[in-house]
Structure formats: structure tokens, C-alpha cells
């Protein structure tokens, strides 16, 4: 549906988005996952067609976006980063004004605008002035202004920045809701967000991809990946450590106080390290005094991926 070829953007030095590219199917709730300043918002920008990219494309329905077209913008719904409201109107008349600024004619609106408020649950506030809604709700006639013209694609940046996590939960459960019948891409920097909203997740840091796939399949492959501690009363060299078949790599050694500590990654055999480690120092007459597998989460690859310099 969506094909973007690594689009680069500098604003002045600062390189915010450095060769980017990924496809997005149809169908599909993708998570643009990254610390603060690593390039989401204007990634999003790019491909919604705001700015335009120093180098790179954007390909849209087979359809190179050079300016956006006027189908494109049709098909397109965005809510922008801190949703921004005419917080002195009613929520009626706020969405009354969006559909005429897309060109919607009377009849039109009247369906669509019922159409919107009933999938993101606003009937009850439609006579409020925004100025009086919960964030929550504020942000859910954001959901709605984006969805009224019934956008294939629907960008959201940041759609939960600045929600208590009830109001999460809701917004979650509506994002899921309007993906089911079509294309959405949102940004965070909320793991769990991805976790329970997306199909996929596309990490960037410091403007460079550094991930792109199923969530699940990501966490496996991290999974995959077992640290193990091991504590001895002895030095043991390097050497003697990759002896030991399953270790692949010692990645730390420390003197501490009841000797030494080392971290050791076992290669992907499938046999439990800590066993064969037990066995070793047993045989060979080393005192341990720890031993144990780290166990990693989402949380430790999202460090691990954002945190190397690139
Ligand atoms: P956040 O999560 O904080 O919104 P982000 O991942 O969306 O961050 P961007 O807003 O895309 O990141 O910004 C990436 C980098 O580009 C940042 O260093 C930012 O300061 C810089 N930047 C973004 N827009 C502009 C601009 N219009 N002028 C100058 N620098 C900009």
C-alpha cells in the first residue's frame, strides 16, 4: 500500500531521519517505536506528505508522492503530536468544521460525522465545548477528526501522550477498533503500546532503523539471546571460559568483593548453561558463589536497540 524509500531529513547538522525505509501492507497497525527526538514525528511528516524528504520517496497505491495528490490526501487521516484542538467549540461543531474543511457536502457529513462519533464513543459529549473534556476525550475527537473522511491510512503521533493509563486502555481498545478496516501507523514511545496495539514494529533511533518486524518474533530472537552470571572465589581466564562448550562470548569480567563476576553469553545449543557451568566448576574444583540466567524482556531489547550510539 505504503513503500517508503530511504527518505532522509536534515534540519540544519541535526540529521532527524537518516535513510528510512519500509513498506506497510494493508491491513496492518504498525508502531513506529523510539526514545525522544529519534526521527518519528518526522517520519510521519514525510509520509503523510507535510514536508518533503532531502532524499528518498514515498510511493503510495503504486503512486510516487512528490506533492501529496488530492486522492492521496483523501485517503489519509492524520492526528498530530499534542492534538490540537479549537478548544472554544463544541465537539459537534469542531468535527462540523473539519468535514468542511475536506469538502464534504451537507448530506455527506450528517453520515459521516455520525459515523465517526459512534466509533470513537463521543454521543454523550457532542454539545460539550472541548475546553471541558477530560484529555481522554479530547483525544478521542482526535481519533475522530482523523477518521471522518474515512481514511485507508490513518497516521497517529503519539496518540497517548499525556493519558492516565485508564484512558490509555480506551484509547488502545479504539485504535484497535478503527484498525480493523484499515491501514494505521502511529508513533510512541510507550513499549507496551506496540505490545497491545500493533501487528509490527519499526524501531528508529537517532534516525536510523534499527528494527522492523513482528513483535512477538522480535522478543523470540532477543529471547534467544541468554546472558548467564556466574560467580567464582578464583580468577578464571578468558580462554578457559570458551572452552566450556555453549559459551560464546564473555562479555564482563569484575573483581568484587567475594571474587570474581562474569557474564557469559551462551551460543543458541538449547542446553541450559547453568547445568553445564555447575558441572564444570565442579569437576574442576572452582568455588562459585553466583549463578544465574538473566531473563530478557521487551524492555531490555528496547534499551539494547536505543541506546548504542549508531
Ligand atoms: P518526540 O518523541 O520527542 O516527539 P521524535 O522521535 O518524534 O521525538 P522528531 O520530532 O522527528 O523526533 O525530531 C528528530 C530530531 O529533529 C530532533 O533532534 C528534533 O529536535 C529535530 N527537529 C525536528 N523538527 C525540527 C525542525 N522543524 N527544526 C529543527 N529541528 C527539528
Known amino acids: 500500500m505504503l513503500t517508503v524509500e530511504n527518505i532522509s531529513k536534515s534540519f540544519g547538522n541535526i540529521k532527524a531521519v537518516d535513510s528510512i525505509s519500509f513498506t506497510l501492507r494493508p491491513g496492518e497497525v504498525v508502531?513506529?517505536?523510539?526514545?525522544?527526538?529519534?526521527?518519528?514525528?518526522?517520519?510521519?511528516?514525510?509520509?503523510?506528505?507535510?514536508?518533503?524528504?532531502?532524499?528518498?520517496?514515498?510511493?503510495?497505491?503504486?503512486?510516487?508522492?512528490t506533492l501529496p495528490?488530492?486522492?492521496?490526501?483523501?485517503?489519509?487521516?492524520?492526528?498530530?503530536?499534542?492534538?490540537?484542538?479549537?478548544?472554544?467549540m463544541m465537539v459537534i461543531e469542531f468535527l462540523d468544521f473539519i468535514a468542511g474543511c475536506r469538502g464534504m457536502t451537507k448530506q455527506e457529513r450528517k453520515r459521516k460525522i455520525r459515523q465517526a462519533v459512534a466509533s470513537t464513543g463521543l454521543s454523550s459529549v457532542l454539545f460539550q465545548s472541548l475546553r471541558e473534556l477530560s484529555k481522554g476525550y479530547r483525544q478521542r475527537v482526535g481519533l475522530a477528526q482523523a477518521i471522518l473522511s474515512e481514511p485507508d491510512l490513518l497516521i497517529l503521533d503519539e496518540p497517548t501522550e499525556g493519558l492516565d493509563p485508564n484512558q490509555r486502555r480506551e484509547i488502545h481498545t479504539l485504535i484497535k477498533s478503527i484498525g480493523k478496516n484499515?491501514?494505521?501507523?502511529?508513533?510512541?514511545?510507550?513499549?507496551?503500546?506496540?505490545?497491545?496495539?500493533?501487528?509490527?514494529?519499526?524501531?528508529?533511533?537517532?534516525?536510523?532503523?534499527?528494527?522492523?518486524?513482528?513483535?512477538?518474533?522480535?522478543?523470540?530472537?532477543?529471547?534467544?539471546?541468554?546472558?548467564?552470571?556466574?560467580?567464582?572465589?578464583?580468577?578464571?581466564?578468558?580462554?578457559?571460559?570458551?572452552?566450556?562448550?555453549?559459551?560464546?562470548?564473555?562479555?564482563?569480567?569484575?573483581?568484587?568483593?567475594?571474587?570474581?563476576?562474569?557474564?557469559?553469553?551462551?551460543?543458541n545449543t538449547g542446553t541450559d548453561?547453568?547445568?553445564?557451568?555447575?558441572?564444570?566448576?565442579?569437576?574442576?574444583?572452582?568455588?562459585?558463589?553466583?549463578?544465574?540466567?538473566?531473563?530478557?524482556?521487551?524492555d531490555d531489547l528496547f534499551r539494547k536497540l536505543t541506546t548504542a550510539e549508531k
Not at 286 to 291: A, N, P, Q
Request: net charge neutral; with cysteine.
Open 31 to 65: 508502531g513506529i517505536l523510539g526514545p525522544n527526538g529519534a526521527g518519528k514525528t518526522t517520519t510521519l511528516r514525510i509520509v503523510a506528505g507535510l514536508i518533503a524528504p532531502d532524499e528518498g520517496r514515498v510511493i503510495f497505491y503504486n503512486q510516487m508522492q
Open 69 to 88: 495528490s488530492r486522492q492521496f490526501k483523501k485517503s489519509l487521516g492524520y492526528l498530530l503530536e499534542n492534538n490540537p484542538l479549537y478548544l472554544e
Open 182 to 267: 484499515r491501514t494505521v501507523i502511529l508513533s510512541t514511545h510507550v513499549l507496551p503500546e506496540v505490545q497491545e496495539v500493533c501487528d509490527r514494529v519499526i524501531v528508529i533511533h537517532q534516525g536510523k532503523k534499527v528494527a522492523d518486524g513482528k513483535v512477538d518474533d522480535l522478543a523470540a530472537s532477543f529471547q534467544d539471546q541468554k546472558i548467564i552470571t556466574i560467580g567464582t572465589t578464583a580468577q578464571v581466564a578468558k580462554e578457559q571460559w570458551l572452552q566450556i562448550t555453549g559459551v560464546e562470548e564473555v562479555t564482563a569480567e569484575e573483581k568484587v568483593k567475594n571474587g570474581f563476576l562474569y557474564k557469559l553469553k551462551a551460543n
Open 273 to 298: 548453561l547453568r547445568l553445564i557451568l555447575f558441572n564444570w566448576a565442579k569437576q574442576n574444583n572452582v568455588d562459585l558463589f553466583e549463578l544465574h540466567q538473566q531473563e530478557l524482556n521487551l
